[in-house]
């Protein structure tokens, strides 16, 4: 392998700590005579002129992330830019001056359950505030060990990957299964975090990951190659992990499911950043897939970065076999649009990591003329023009630099964090009114006492503090969050953890406390770390065994027991639904989830959200294939396919009163195809004892012999297009108004293509529990479809030369 910068390498012997406060402007005193710190040029202009200062040995510099304290180009008084810091539910930063630390909100599937648009943007504009502050206080990444990079301004994140199979290890980052809702929630923090105070600049950046089709973490047995890659459906070496996994995937499916939220979030929310994803579809690892990446630009007009996953230009040739060595992985990742490469890292060591190959090779592929210089200045192109659009070159005295420290976790940051939260709790049963709970209460099971495990993943620093022993003692669990608000609470454990089985000490002690109770809150679940986690998955969807008994054994006590369940990826509760008198899915409700969770079921919120996930009973594992990226094939995925009977169903969810619809218009309405719109008037009647919030979502079902028999998008059940949450105060009503156009009702052809079909369709308006049915006629010219957008196909598979 060719070695390119002993320079680089020599360097990384030096990495200082990552508190150490690093220049962030260019363009300071004695370098603000260049042409490309001049503001009244255009961001073009500037770009342009400074591309063409840099030579060939400084270039990759400004391409690879986590590169501090390299990164720089001292000569032109350009310093190090940190590409990547993790913002899932909240900045995954060390916390900054005052103490103060990140405010961190529930995992996104909590989220995604309050069906609230207002929320999943306020969560972004948290991030993206807070964010600017500690990237101003020169805060690092919170990952241990204690050598890290400082903070950049471009989150990784949203993960708008749907929830395509319970088992994937990374459910609880994203929102929902729904390609709709997950597009949304990229539309709305996409545009909480790059657009705040600063119209003519960008606070911070998104970098909607992973594209595409990563829902899958290993590791699966599977077919294997060399000898017939690059056929699809392989998995070099035969285990299938998000590494070496090709995915075999329908323009279809691609079209309307995998790509889908990508879409929106770029087109409909200004997304500016991408990461491509470790695992191949059809043939090609993403960050080598000329077609994927210039998709982006060509077809959804994308103006912003793309950077690889950590470690995904080498997986092009160690795990993928594409490239015939690393060298040529760099020319096909660069080629294809990769502008930034995260290498990976070795444990214990600085991160990164001037072992990079965009570091290593650049230089000498370009030198060689393997790899042409003008691809490698369009990733520069790319990657600058966001750091002038932050104002990085500019005089720093703008809005961005005046945020305080104290912005961090301000009141207002706790207060939108609270709020969602309460919004995104399920109740899935309730009978006979078991709750809201009052008089003595027990609360028992592995998670009535959990901290940490209420969290999620992809934590900033929780409680401020050392960080070597990162401490989550400031986190109120289930049973202190009860107690807070009720007199008479006790608690017991009932099972040593999460995944243990039963001791008989321990079990005596959670029935004694049950039967002297007159309620048990029944704390169970799973957990992000042991069960669920990224890089591996789950391989069946059921409690832990241990758990079953303990249910078994409390429910004999005889008084009536509320489950509150924990959990990213959902959970095969027949048992739970069975035996317990109500049910609480609780999610990963985050640091504010406990008291979230006891104002609920203590009656003194009554917000709820509604499943934005199906909930299939433990036979799932035996029904679908983990390999299986094919979202029509029998059972079908997803409640827009499966034709068997969930445990629930997407989109329930109860309150503790009751809403009633009326549709304030015709039945039955007609529209055009071509521009033609309608408005579809209901009214959502608080009808039970109490204040509460309701949701009324929009889905369309194509009537039999609209769509071609025989196509995919015919075996589309219903489909979402719109949501509205409303809180309603009781024997009050609200009234909504939803939307239906030719496009609110389109589908996809098997050829990828986005069509509107001229036929009959139902259009339903649902709580989840009531609904209201509209027939729709779109009147258009005969049987061909109008075509709303076309799919470009993907060219042919080239023979490879490994
Ligand atoms: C980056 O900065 C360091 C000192 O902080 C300097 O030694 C090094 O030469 C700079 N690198 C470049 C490429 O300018
Ligand atoms: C993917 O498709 C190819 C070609 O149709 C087929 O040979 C292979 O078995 C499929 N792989 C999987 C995992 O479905
Ligand atoms: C509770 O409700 C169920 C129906 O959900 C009913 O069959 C049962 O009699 C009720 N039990 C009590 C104690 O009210
Ligand atoms: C206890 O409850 C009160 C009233 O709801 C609330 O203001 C306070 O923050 C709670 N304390 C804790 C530690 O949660
Ligand atoms: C399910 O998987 C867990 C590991 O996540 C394992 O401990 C448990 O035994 C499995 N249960 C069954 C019924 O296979
Ligand atoms: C939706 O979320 C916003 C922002 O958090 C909140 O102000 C609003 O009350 C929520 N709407 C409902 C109906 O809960």
Known sequence: MMLGWTFAVGLSLRLSAADEHYPRYGCSKGYEHFPFCNSKLTVEERVEDLIQRLELNEKPLLMVA???PLGNVSRLGIPQYDWGVNCIHGVQSRCGDGSRCPTSFAAPNLLGAAFNESAWWAMGHVIGVELRSLWKQGKGENHPPTQLPPLGLDCWSPNVNIVRDPRWGRNMETPSEDPFLVGRFGVQVSKGVQQGKDPSRLQAIVTLKHFAANELEGTWPGPGG??????????????CTRHTIDVNISAYDLASSYLAPFRSSVVDGGALGIMCSYNAINGYPSCANKWLLGKLRKDWGFQGYVSGDSGAVDDIYRSHWFAPSLEQAVVKAVEAGTDVQSAGWTHGQPWATANAEYLKCIPDLVRAGQLSEQAVDEALRHTLSLRFRLGLFDDPDQPYEHFSPEVVRSSSH??????????GLVLLKNENGTLPLSGRITVIGPHATTRRELLGNYLGQICPGNQKEESFGCVENIYEALSNLSTDVTTAPGLPGIDADLDPKLLAEAVAAATAAQHVVLALGINAGSIEREGSDRHNITLPEGQLRLLDAIARVGRPVTVVLINGGIVAISPVKAKANAVVEAWYPGFFGARAIAGALLGKSNRWGKLPVTIYDETFTDDFDMLSFDMTKAPGRT??????????????????TTFALSLQGPRSVTILQKGGTTKIPVQVRNTGPMDGDEVVMAYFRPAQGTLPAGSRAAKLRQQLFGFERVAVAHGQDAMLSFEVTAASLQVFTDAGDAVSYAGKYTVLLSTGNVDVAVDVTVVGKGKQPVLLEPWEPHQAIESLVV
């Open 66 to 68: 986590r590169l501090a």
């Open 226 to 239: 060399p000898a017939q890659y690059p056929g699809t459906g392989m998995c070099p070496g035969q285990k």
């Open 414 to 423: 706790v207060a939108a964090a609270i709020d969602s939260t309460e919004q």
């Open 639 to 656: 409640y827009r396919y499966f034709t068997g009977k969930p445990l629930w169903p997407f989109g329930f969810g109860l309150s503790y």
